[in-house]
């Protein structure tokens, strides 16, 4: 016993000095050069050496029969019943069953007659033990076996499927994806029992491992998106992936815009629809955001429930909406144009009522507008940023001091207070919120604009933004279609949606494989009224 | 790289306001000469000698479906006189595009931004235009398809507007024909002259994804440009009267801003100014597009995009110093000054490169090449 922990000291200490010496990238290549001799002694020393004896390795040793053996595993990653039932197989079942587990025959005997665990992998080096064990598995080693069988006894540590917060809606489902990319490929897999919906796994940065699966219908989506979607994703080469929006930088087509380019989404049933038009769907192990390409700046404007509500009000609520967009974009520039330019488009007593109320008030009308506008992105991020619970608190300091007090001490006139508070709101209104914060930086441009050239400048940087949205692509689809290039049978889900009987088509650059979602001619009939039949 | 290309649709588009354009602009018909009150039979009698003009020199577009003018002139007319010929069509593109950009920039001082200079205007609306021309006429395409829409909704509401005055002032449209048919074909002059702007079809049909098309595409958006004048023409006349319209700058704009429709809907002229804006933006990319690709293709460039920039300081200079005024510019286009030019910028060209094309034609199968 003395003699083995010396052994141990000694040899902890030297590894200690010569892993002093070593960078991470050294050891990574040891790790992965690092392979099981056999020996279980050595095996497990280098296990120890190479995870540091960290805090959460567990090791268990047992008998089974003669051979000795360990157990290796990740506490808290694995579930305690399923090991304990591991080493009761081992250690006791084998001698109740009579099967005799010899040196060198181990591993191949427990995988091949005792060991019941769905999943049964042999990893031969250390990296690939790790890899393992980091995913809730448990290591058997036998002495004799040059080699490690990892089963699978991970405790799945879930959050609840709760709605997505961010993506609300009054009828649609109310599940959302989480952090487990089981569960979420599950919430999809339900909603599209069908084979042909292919999940390609791929394993993504280099310390990470990060899961990361291409989802997609096969068949309907078209292979060269497929293909190009893949190959986007294989050239990432990272360190780690904590969450969707890094893979997105890499694959997106133009890096230059604000304009996001992928559609980021917490909800399976927008994945599923996604699909359904031919799209493809990244999902990223660790993180509820799944990524959608390609993606047109018309799907930014969807919202779930124009799809499940009546058709007029889908058609009134989405036409709403993008005048939303057009006013949070547009209106402080046009507001500060008008006022500082062009009053005279003003109707006389409107135009009165503002320069009355702007008395006093010791700034031009674009300082005003910019200050205010600086002052409501520094509320709304604080409001981000507080804990929910004093978050009314910031409202009531913003609100009410800040802008009633402003306004009664004359340093800001209440027009432009209005015009701040509609373009928020109306900004608000946009479901998709990268396509809100771009929007949100580009009216600062636009107020800007509007001060130096009124509307003719407004009208400058709307020309400005029209190019670069014609020229940017998703994937080479088009951002700006259906619109632009102008696909008339598309248009019916654009500004307008219709019944659903009517979306006969799926979006003909993206589904133009499997054209039709439906037979035509589906407009309901009204039904025979029962009491002319009997009548007749 | 794959050539860009661009929908016949998206072509329409592009030509209809590059035509219509100018009906918003300053309404040659009215202006030019002494049509009065019968400047909407002008607006029709001019389409078919644009039309025809149109024919000419297009048709030689059809016949050679993947070259532009600069390269089927070399090849009809051999390099150097090829050449010179191209570069006379490049500078009608020029001169056109520096002339409307100028007028929309006076336009601009005068009603809307009397402190502004005009060289800041002219050089706002060039850096737009030469960010599509860079980006491709792929863009381009998909720009006039985003804006034409929004455009033509602005025209026809700035049309409808004043339909409840109009029963009242339909008496400015009346004696017709009281001078018989000299004033109206004088009318009709500038505005068949102005089918100039069409020649940026020459260098276009390339890109086109029906380059045989493309002429009947070109007709069509005549047609429908045409009608849209004749809209105009009698509406601007009906409200403005004949005499004062004939008189006025910017007839269209003058017209939507004496509507007022009650107390509060007033004013609505920022509405036209923004239509012919987002016109004048598609079609100044278009010719800088064209100017460049065409001066590329004479002087054997692979890349178009180098040339944007400077022709675009080129332009700008040019459209602050090619007039003095407003005023400068309506005498420009005078049926006595703008027709020989223009006519001559189309005839002597296109003559000779039919001549040359027919010639070839002639003794090839002659020597029993075809």
Not at chain 1, 23 to 41: I, V
Not at chain 1, 118 to 136: K, P, T, Y
Not at chain 1, 237 to 242: C, N
Not at chain 1, 398 to 406: C, H, N, P, R
């Amino acid at each position: 016993m003395l003699d083995w922990l010396k052994d141990r000291l000694g040899l902890s200490q030297r590894t200690a000095s010569r892993n002093e010496e070593k960078d991470l990238s050294g050891f990574l290549r040891e790790a992965a050069g690092e392979k099981f001799t056999g020996k279980l002694e050595s095996d497990l020393k280098k296990i120890d050496a190479a995870g540091g004896s960290s805090y959460d390795i567990s090791l268990r040793r047992f008998w089974a029969g003669n051979l000795p053996g360990a157990l290796i595993y990740f506490e808290g990653l694995t579930d305690k019943r399923a090991t304990e039932e591991i080493i009761r197989t081992l250690v006791i079942e084998s001698k109740k069953i009579g099967v005799a587990l010899k040196k060198g025959k181990g591993l191949e005997t427990a995988r091949e007659k005792l060991l019941t665990a769905d999943e049964l992998i042999e990893v031969d080096n250390v990296a690939g033990l790790f890899a393992e064990l980091s995913r809730g598995g448990a290591a058997v080693f036998f002495d004799g076996s040059a080699g490690a069988l990892i089963c699978d006894t991970r405790k799945p540590k879930l959050r609840a499927i709760s709605e997505p917060e961010n993506e609300t809606t009054l009828r649609g489902p109310r599940d959302g994806f989480i952090e487990n990319l089981r569960v979420n490929t599950s919430l999809i897999r339900l909603r599209l029992p069908i084979p042909q919906l292919w999940m390609k796994k791929m394993t993504l940065g280099r310390l990470s491992n990060t899961e990361v699966v291409l989802i997609y219908i096969k068949g309907l989506a078209r292979e060269k998106l497929i293909r190009e979607v893949h190959s986007r994703l294989q050239q990432v080469d990272i360190d780690a992936i904590l969450g969707s929006g890094y893979l997105e930088d890499y694959i997106v087509d133009s890096p230059n815009t604000l304009f996001p380019l992928t559609y980021r989404t917490e909800r399976p049933d927008k994945v599923t629809a996604a699909l359904l038009e031919g799209r493809a769907v990244v999902l990223v192990a660790g993180t509820p955001f799944a990524l959608i390409v390609p993606t047109e700046l018309n799907m930014l404007m969807q919202a779930p429930d124009d799809y499940f509500e009546l058709f007029p009000i889908g058609v009134f609520i989405r036409l709403l909406r993008y005048a939303a967009l057009i006013i949070s974009l547009i209106l402080p520039g046009v507001y500060v144009g008008i006022v500082t330019f062009h009053p005279e488009l003003l109707p006389t007593p409107l135009f009165l009522r503002i320069i009355s109320t702007r008395e006093g008030v010791p700034f031009p009308v674009v300082a005003e507008m910019l200050i205010l506008e600086l002052i409501f992105e520094i509320l709304r991020e604080a409001g981000l940023r507080l804990p929910p619970a004093i978050g009314p608190a910031i409202s009531i300091v913003g609100a009410l001091i800040l802008g009633d007090a402003a306004i009664s001490a004359g340093l800001v006139s209440p027009g432009v207070v209005i015009v701040v508070a509609l373009t928020a709101i109306a900004g608000f209104s946009t479901p998709s919120f990268a396509l809100s914060t771009a929007i949100r930086l580009l009216r600062f441009i636009f107020t800007i604009a509007g001060a130096t050239f009124g509307l003719f400048g407004v009208q400058f940087a709307l020309l400005l933004t029209v190019i670069h949205l014609c020229s940017l692509r998703s994937f080479g689809v088009p951002y700006l279609s259906p619109f632009a290039p102008l696909i008339l049978s598309d248009l019916k889900d654009s500004l307008i949606t219709v019944w659903w009987w009517g979306m006969q088509a799926r979006p003909k650059l993206i589904g133009g494989r499997e054209p039709l979602r439906q037979p035509l001619g589906q407009k309901p009939q009204p039904g025979q009224d029962p009491e002319e039949d009997e009548g007749s | 790289m794959p050539q860009e290309k661009i929908a016949n649709r998206q072509l329409f588009f592009i030509l209809f306001m590059i035509r219509c354009n100018i009906a918003v602009a300053f309404l040659p018909v009215l202006t030019t000469a002494d049509a009065y009150q019968d400047a909407w039979l002008s607006s029709i009698v001019q389409f078919f000698p644009a039309a025809l003009l149109l024919l000419f020199f297009g048709g030689l577009g059809s016949r050679f479906p993947d070259l532009t003018l600069a390269q089927y002139s070399e090849r009809l007319l051999g390099r150097w006189p090829g050449k010179v010929l191209t570069l006379a069509i490049l500078w009608a593109f020029l001169h056109m595009a520096a002339v409307e950009v100028r007028i929309y920039a006076d336009m601009l001082v005068t009603v809307f931004l009397p402190d502004t200079p005009l060289l800041f205007l002219i050089t706002a609306m060039v850096i737009v235009a030469a960010a599509a021309a860079h980006s491709g006429i792929e863009v381009i395409g998909r720009a006039a398809d985003l804006l034409f829409p929004i455009y033509l909704l602005m025209i026809v509401g700035s049309l409808l507007l004043p339909l409840p005055l109009l029963k009242v002032m339909f008496y400015n449209l009346e004696p017709v024909l009281a001078r018989g048919f000299g004033p109206v074909f004088r009318g009709a002059v500038t505005p068949m002259a102005v089918i100039v702007q069409f020649l940026t079809l020459t260098m276009l049909i390339p890109s086109l994804n029906q380059p045989k098309r493309g002429l009947r595409t070109s007709l069509a958006a005549l047609a429908g440009a045409s009608t849209i004048l004749i809209f105009i023409a009698v509406v601007t006349t009906a409200i403005l009267g004949p005499s004062p319209g004939a008189r006025a700058l910017f007839p269209f704009f003058k017209m939507v801003r004496v509507v007022a429709l009650s107390e509060f809907v007033e004013r609505l002229e920022a509405l036209s100014v923004f239509a012919w804006g987002l016109g004048l933006f598609i079609e100044v990319a278009a010719y800088l597009f064209c100017g460049a690709r065409g001066l590329s293709q004479v002087f054997g460039l692979e890349d178009y995009r180098s040339l944007i920039l400077p022709m675009a300081a080129i332009w700008i200079t040019m459209g602050v110093h090619v007039s003095q005024n407003a005023f400068q510019l309506l005498t420009f286009f005078k049926p006595a000054f703008f027709a020989p030019y223009a006519l001559a910028l189309i005839v002597i060209p296109f003559t000779a490169l039919w001549a040359a094309y027919l010639l070839r034609k002639f003794f090839r199968r002659r020597s029993g090449e075809l």
